[in-house]
């Protein structure tokens, strides 16, 4: 797959460059300009970003982070056996366990949340950082979710995590689920406060949680697109009337002309 010039594979984290070392200096960098197609790509076009995961994999398929790379691009596009097989060999590889809360959420788009539950229930969550833990708490919460147990879901976001006023990367998230799982179970009084602290918190707009409040409050927004297009074919349809007219008023100053 063609790869922009300017991309030189410099741009990849110093961790992976390390990684990447190993291999024949050629082979690096070639492989490290796919990864960072795939970095770039992975939000705004993930299809594109699993085609170059798929290039650096057949280069480089026993370096960790070309595992995880081509695991979370096969994950974007919903590939979740795919994804768990390649999140299970990098962490095989690296033996980490900070891809565990994702590979658990893959057991949930496999169809299987008693697999994610119980793997929020193994020693490697008490091993991951806080924001680590916390995913692990968003897979555990949409698990049981998945299984109709919506009161379970809303104590395991119960948390010190999720009381704190502190505002850390993880903060908008976790009170846009705990505000989503209030409103599934009817409680929309307390999931409208929360879906407020969410959009508090949310300084990069990660969530929807002001389209959420607006939705709670029974506002309507109107595309001002969609207005500029209807007032241009209502401008249209007045100048085709117009036309239709003229031509109907010469046809008639013809037929008087004729007689």
């Keep these: 797959m063609p790869i922009p010039p300017e991309v030189t594979g410099e741009e990849i984290d110093a961790d992976v460059r390390q990684e990447l070392m190993s291999l024949p200096k050629g082979l690096a960098d070639d492989v490290a300009r796919n990864l960072v197609m795939v970095a770039q790509l992975i939000d705004e076009d993930p299809e594109k970003a699993y085609g170059y995961s798929r290039v650096a994999l057949r280069l480089a398929s026993r370096v960790a982070a070309v595992r995880e790379a081509a695991g979370f691009a096969a994950y974007a596009n919903q590939k979740y056996s795919e994804a768990l097989a390649e999140f299970r060999a990098a962490r095989r590889m690296s033996g980490g366990v900070d891809l565990w809360p994702v590979m658990a959420d893959c057991e949930r788009g496999l169809g299987r949340p008693e697999r994610a539950l119980a793997m929020a229930g193994e020693p490697e969550v008490q091993k991951l950082d806080k924001a680590g833990q916390v995913e692990m708490r968003l897979v555990a919460a949409g698990a049981r979710r998945d299984m109709g147990q919506l009161d379970a879901a809303i104590v395991t976001l119960q948390s010190p995590e999720l009381a704190s006023s502190a505002n850390h990367p993880w903060t908008a998230r976790l009170r846009y ?57 209502e401008a249209d349809d007045a100048d085709d009337v117009d036309a239709r007219e003229d031509i109907d008023a010469d046809d008639v100053d013809d037929e008087s002309d004729e007689r």
Excluded: C, H, I, M
């Design 177 to 233: 689920a705990y505000a989503d799982a209030l409103l599934a179970a009817g409680r929309e009084q307390e999931a409208r406060e929360w879906f407020a602290k969410a959009l508090e918190a949310d300084k990069d707009g990660a969530t929807d949680a002001s389209d959420r409040l607006a939705e709670l409050d029974g506002v309507e927004f109107v595309d001002a697109f969609d207005d500029e297009s209807e007032a241009e074919n």
